[in-house]
């Protein structure tokens, strides 16, 4: 609640209009119940002396029950309630002043009576609300009219009415802009025949056609249509709606999903939003009271995984980023973003590759941070399969790097990415992480044991295909349609799973809430991917939203499984059973941790081999500290 001491002119202005009314209900009431009667003059004198007492209390009551501080432009429901509750109180006062304290005691009679308390409470409600309520709608007429004024475009708004409202009230309050709504597309049947904020449903999305017609004819043709988050569940066949709506000639956006607090607005309508399966459900406090006001370092931060994940850090709160980065056009990219977004975290960016230990070290240690998201990494299997020394280097030493240094500096947790490629790798990229997983989860068990100094957690977390990520299909097969085809896929019973960039990130960052709340039990946690998406039917499901045939005007051409790859990639080991949580979207793996002794031995092995550029000892040592690699190739 405001303090008094923090009112503005505004509140204090308001604050006088709740007292005026309730001095003018006060007297009105009396009036009205006794007028043109000799019982009006005499109660007047003590009316006289009541009244200060009563708008003090008047004043008490409307500011506690936040009518003071409430915008008018806004005043919705939850605001007329809060009237509906002074107004009782107010009335429930003068019953008691009546019936306990005045009447008996000095007036002899009841001096209010209670037909001038009812009338005393309505009409106290009728003063508190009608010029907030004139003043609503007087701005709710005038940004339409502006909205109508500024040639704005004749719009469908597709998808329930629910997701709707949001939208309408977006374009009401002007942080929608240059769009007019004419009417509504719902798949709801309960929706139809309704006028929502007095935009009519008119009819299924099915419709499209035949409403778009009927606007031409009237010659008020419609522009654009804004697909709403309900607008892409699958029962309601988000493409055919996008393929009947290019062909008519309609822009088509979309209203992103409110979940994480963004404010409303359009964004293009993208092929991956055709893609996702419904979203976890993301508790955006917990997230918050992790980072707030911590210092955070993100480690391949100008990548498409760790760009996100920094803004995603200075979106909860944290005081301080740190960005390490090896591509310095990267470091360019995502340090600029963020300035634009004119974040209030210190942030700070360094060109650094994790593989140079000292580097890495001397910047942790000036930092001294309290969380590591370690995203920076080599992930292009077919190229990891022919560099098989640089995966090593790079995702095996340099994460042992990031975690050494991350202890030395006294940070309370390091979570490293990792993929569900390390799980029975088969290639060198899963097999590369499983190793720095084991490093991880070997170093946490370590550190659980000891009690003496700090307990840093240490988890890895695994997920698959990030969407519109560096080296994701998506683009691939977009670029490949924009020249024409052929779409290249690997085998026709590829299957991959998919996720968003801003999902993963969150649920990362759950997982990191998770490992720092509850006594130390699992350090490899897995996000739930949903279902499993065929490539070839993601293939022919993007020619068709191009307005193009498979087969006929793109040809779909199979290539042949590259090296390192499966058909099928599985979420959890036979040897780490799955643990559940409590957390939607995220699961853990069964610790499966081997001694440090030993994973010291084989990197000691590992660098030796790299020195003598000697693959095949690589492979054997890798292959003796993950027994079930090349154990599940299908």
């Known amino acids: ?30 009036y009205l119940r006794f007028e043109g009667a000799e019982q009006f003059s005499e109660r007047l004198p003590l009316m006289l002396r009541i009244l200060p007492y009563f708008l003090v209390f008047s004043f008490v009551v409307c500011y506690l029950f936040n009518l003071t501080t409430t915008k008018w432009r806004f005043i919705s429901l939850p605001d007329a309630l809060n009237i509906l509750r002074a107004a009782t109180v107010l009335a429930v006062a003068l019953l008691v002043l009546d019936y306990i304290l005045v009447a008996p ?39 339409r009219h502006h909205a109508r004024a500024e040639d704005a475009s004749p719009a469908l708004l597709v998808g329930r009415t629910a997701d709707a409202e949001i939208l309408l009230r977006g374009i009401e309050s002007g942080a929608v802009k240059r769009i007019w709504p004419v009417g509504i597309l719902s798949p709801s049947i309960a929706d139809r025949g309704q006028l929502i904020r007095n935009v009519p449903v008119l009819g299924n999305i099915d419709d499209v056609e035949d409403v778009a017609a009927d606007f031409a004819r009237r010659n008020k043709p419609i522009a654009r249509a804004v697909m709403l988050p309900s607008a892409f569940d699958p029962e309601a066949h988000p493409e055919t709606f996008l393929m009947r709506a290019k062909r008519l000639r309609l822009i088509v956006s979309r209203l992103p999903s409110l979940e994480s607090g963004d404010a409303p607005r359009l964004a293009p309508v993208a092929v991956e939003d055709l893609l996702l399966r419904p979203s976890s459900t993301i508790d955006y406090a917990r997230l918050e009271a992790l980072v707030k006001g911590k210092s955070v370092i993100v480690t391949g931060g100008g990548g498409s995984i760790g760009s996100e994940i920094c803004e995603r850090i200075v979106a909860f709160g944290a005081a301080r980023l740190l960005i390490i980065e090896n591509s310095e056009p990267s470091l360019y990219a995502i340090t600029e973003a963020l300035a634009a977004q004119q974040v209030e975290a210190d942030v700070d960016g360094r060109i650094a590759d994790i593989r140079d230990r000292d580097r890495i070290l001397q910047l942790m240690t000036e930092f001294k941070p309290d969380l590591v998201f370690h995203a920076a990494a080599l992930k292009h299997v077919p190229i990891l399969e022919r560099d098989w020394s640089e995966g090593v280097k790079t995702n095996i030493f340099g994460s042992v790097n990031v975690a050494d240094a991350a202890l030395a500096a006294g940070a309370e947790a390091m979570v490293m990415i990792s993929t569900d490629k390390a799980i029975e790798p088969v290639s060198m990229l899963g097999l590369t992480k499983r190793f720095a997983e084991m490093y991880c989860q070997a170093l946490d068990h370590d550190l659980g044991v000891q009690t003496a100094r700090k307990r840093m957690r240490l988890i890895s977390v695994r997920f698959g295909n990030v969407l519109a990520s560096n080296g994701s299909v998506v683009p691939k097969f977009k670029a490949q349609i924009e020249a024409g085809g052929p779409v290249t896929v690997t085998h026709p019973e590829m299957v991959r799973y998919f996720m968003t960039i801003r999902e993963a990130c969150d649920l990362v960052i759950t997982a990191a809430t998770h490992a720092l709340g509850v006594p130390r039990s699992v350090s490899v946690y897995v996000l739930n991917m949903g279902q499993p998406v065929k490539i070839v039917d993601l293939a022919e499901r993007m020619i068709r939203l191009s307005g193009l045939q498979p087969g006929i005007d793109i040809e779909i051409v199979f290539t042949g499984m590259r090296p390192g790859e499966r058909l099928h990639e599985i979420l959890f080991a036979s040897e780490e059973p799955p643990v559940d949580i409590g957390l939607a979207g995220v699961m853990a793996a069964k610790p499966n941790e081997p001694p440090m002794q030993a994973l010291k031995g084989w990197m000691a092995g590992l660098r030796q081999a790299i020195e003598n550029d000697d693959p095949a000892t690589i492979k054997a040592i890798l292959k003796d500290a993950v027994p079930e690699f090349g154990s599940n190739a299908a």
């Open 1 to 30: 609640m405001t303090r008094l001491t923090n009112l503005t002119l505004r509140n204090y202005l308001i604050a006088l209009h709740d007292v005026a009314a309730s001095a003018a209900a006060f007297f009105a009431a009396f």
């Open 105 to 143: 005691n000095v007036h002899g009679t009841f001096f209010f009576g209670k037909v001038t308390i009812i009338l005393f409470w309505f009409l106290e409600i009728t003063s508190l609300s009608a010029l907030r309520f004139a003043y609503r709608y007087f701005r709710y007429t005038r940004v």
